[in-house]
């Protein structure tokens, strides 16, 4: 295993980044409005002390608050620069690629279709394992347990959350929020209700791009500067799984995600195609795949994609959640199918944490503890 420190992750101090200047709304598909000008609260607003987290446990570490000034100017504005990213991450990898633990793969070119394409290399073949083909990396998660539904969303935050964890809290259901780290920066009002909830918080990239174009530094940035608002903003919780924007991973993803970040990937068995809402699919038609998978066989478990990206398409997870119970399924946060637990260092949104300071990112001692259950590919 490569030896990445914590402190290599968090022990960064930034140049001031600018204060939030006008910047679009990133979602999977769409570029959509944007908020303008000082929209931020002051550190001694009352919104902070509404937001105010009393009970759950966190590394003893004192952070910011979420949506802080001191909080708001340490993460990137869009784009990673990955010119300016924290010398250890970029010494992490490094000894990653001469430990040979990264494959000579070279980035996809998207083709016209907007699939990845490799050259002379298949992108099912051993060397190449594309999610976007459905090639299944051994240890990735595509499937939940029989009789188990994953419930996850990705995208968020955004202006439509809070509606869909108003009605997770009334139905006092956990879910997994598979992040962009952008969309955490600049909606932290929806993001702090998130954990508040007690909700899983999972990595969904920083700007969400088509993972296997990029470069190796470039992967670096992604998941770090996600993983590291997540573990700053959460008492210290090192998330244990992310999901890759569009399916699109490979082998040479997958290895930096697990040698440097201890990540596991999880996939969908089954897709909604709700990003396409409004316009390009309609509730109804997602009322007829949802009520086929939902009144089918049990075998295997069903993790389906959807997406807390607009209201319609909160509209049809909560349409839905009535007939997942009826028909007896057993509705778990998606991080926590199969026995897993979400985080690399606590064993749950509201257990104690671990702190992840000297311990090794990755390694598996981090990847294990505290829990006795290991993340785990489902059926
Ligand atoms: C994250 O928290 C650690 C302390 O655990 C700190 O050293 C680091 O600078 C913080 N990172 C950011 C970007 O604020
Ligand atoms: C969201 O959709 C619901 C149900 O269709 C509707 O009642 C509600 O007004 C909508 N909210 C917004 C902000 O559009
Ligand atoms: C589909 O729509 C019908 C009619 O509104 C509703 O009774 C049913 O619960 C919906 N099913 C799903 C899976 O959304
Ligand atoms: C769901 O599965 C968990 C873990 O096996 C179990 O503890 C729980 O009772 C089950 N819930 C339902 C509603 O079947
Ligand atoms: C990992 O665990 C081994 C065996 O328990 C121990 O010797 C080692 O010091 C641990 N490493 C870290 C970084 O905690």
Redesign the pocket.
Known sequence: MICVVAAVLFGLSLAEAAILPERSVITDHTSAGSLGGKWYHRDDHPAHALFKRQSIPGDGVTYPAIGSKQWLSAYPQGLPDTSKLPQEWVNALNAAVAAGKIPDLAPSTNNAAGLPTYGSLKPTSPEVCSGTYQCQIAGDIWAAPDGFLGCGFDDGPLP?SP?LYEFLQQQNQRATHFFIGENMLQYWQEFQQAITNGDDIAVHTWTHPYMTTLTNIELVAQFGWTMEIIHNSTGGRLPRFWRPPYGDSDVRVHAIAKELFGLTAIFWNQDTNDWMLPGGTTLAKINTSMTKWLTGPKSPGLIILEHELS??S??AFIDAYPVMKANGWNITSTAELAGNVPYQNADSSTAPVTPANGVIVGDINSSEAPSTSSATSAP
């Open positions: 439509p509606r209201n319609d909160v509209q």
